[in-house]
């Protein structure tokens, strides 16, 4: 019996507008109600996934930045797992070969970008990657709005923010237009140059890149053996790269009609869509004990 739900944010739980819809937040509440354990596992920093829990008032744990951070239901934070300062310097003197790249520090103090504008095209394209029957000027919109309403800090380089010993690098993340072409390349160097690296991608186009011990699944595990669960007590949901730890970790792993296809690949089972409210259907069937096995 399923006792522990975990869902991805971004293409998952929430739908085209980064937005958790009455359906999802309903049946996520109807699943607690019935003793069901539920958390977020999400490649967000803790201030950019919080309000939108808030606002249907859904308390539960919170794994963020791929598994770099864990938050109790109250919001107290338990545990940082961060990026040596060595390492991102290393990581910043490769990205600096290239031309096309964009890259931003998500850290204990928040998200730290060196340009607003490809802060919006980097959004753009991960919500029109997560949402293929939407335009790109429509997810540059939404962008463009969501942009304005996230604790961002603009620098002009990093140097500073690396200066800052009271701060935790907790993940890289990395943008082009051209995306895997240029990827795909980059992750082997960044592997064969720098050690102890967890590599991802939440779209086609970016790399977020954590500490090895920084994953979805390792994260998603501490948590079921802090309530005393096993593997096949626990039902995980996502869209993309950033969540095949946690999907091939549980028994009960769900990949979105819109996933990636390694996302499906890695998952047991299938649910509609971030737009057709994909979480609250896979979450009804647990509740009616119809789950069932991808043919």
């Known amino acids: 019996m ?32 019935q003793g069901i354990h539920f958390a977020i596992a999400t490649g967000r920093d803790y201030p950019m996934a919080s309000p939108l ?26 545990y ?3 990026l040596e300062k060595k390492t991102v310097r290393q ?20 998200i730290f970008s060196d340009n607003k504008d490809q802060r919006e095209e980097m959004l753009a394209s991960m919500l029109s990657d997560m949402n293929p029957d939407i335009t790109f000027e429509e997810a540059l919109e939404t962008a463009k709005k969501r ?41 082997e160097k960044l592997y064969e140059a720098v050690p102890d690296l967890a590599i991802t991608a939440s779209s086609e186009r970016n790399l977020e890149i954590n500490h090895k011990n920084a994953q979805k699944g390792l994260a998603v595990a501490k948590l079921a053996r802090k309530l005393d669960l096993k593997a096949d ?11 095949i730890s946690m999907l091939k ?20 089972y299938l649910t509609s869509s971030n737009r057709k409210n994909g ?11 119809k789950i069932y096995k991808n043919d």
């Open 80 to 82: 940082n797992i961060g």
């Open 91 to 110: 990581m910043l003197d490769i990205f600096s070969q290239y031309d096309s790249l964009h890259e931003e520090l998500m850290t204990s103090k928040g």
């Open 233 to 243: 007590q626990v039902m995980t949901i996502g869209d993309n790269i950033n969540d």
């Open 147 to 187: 942009v304005d309403e996230m604790p961002i800090t603009y620098v002009d380089d990093y140097s500073d923010v690396l200066n800052d010993q009271s701060l935790v690098v907790l993940k890289v993340a990395v943008h082009t237009k051209k995306g895997k072409a240029l990827l795909d390349p980059l992750k």
């Open 2 to 33: 399923i006792k522990l739900i975990v869902s991805d944010m971004d293409g998952t739980l929430l739908n085209e507008h980064m937005e958790i819809s009455n359906a999802n937040a309903s049946a996520i509440k109807r699943a607690q109600e």
């Open 53 to 78: 829990l808030k606002e249907h008032t859904i308390i539960c744990p919170l794994i963020a930045q791929n598994g770099a951070q864990y938050f109790d239901e109250t919001g107290k934070i338990l």
């Open 279 to 289: 979480v609250a259907e896979a979450i009804t069937r647990v509740l009616s004990g």
């Open 249 to 268: 970790w549980a028994k009960y792993s769900v990949a979105m009609e819109n996933a990636a296809p390694e996302a499906k690949e890695a998952a047991n």
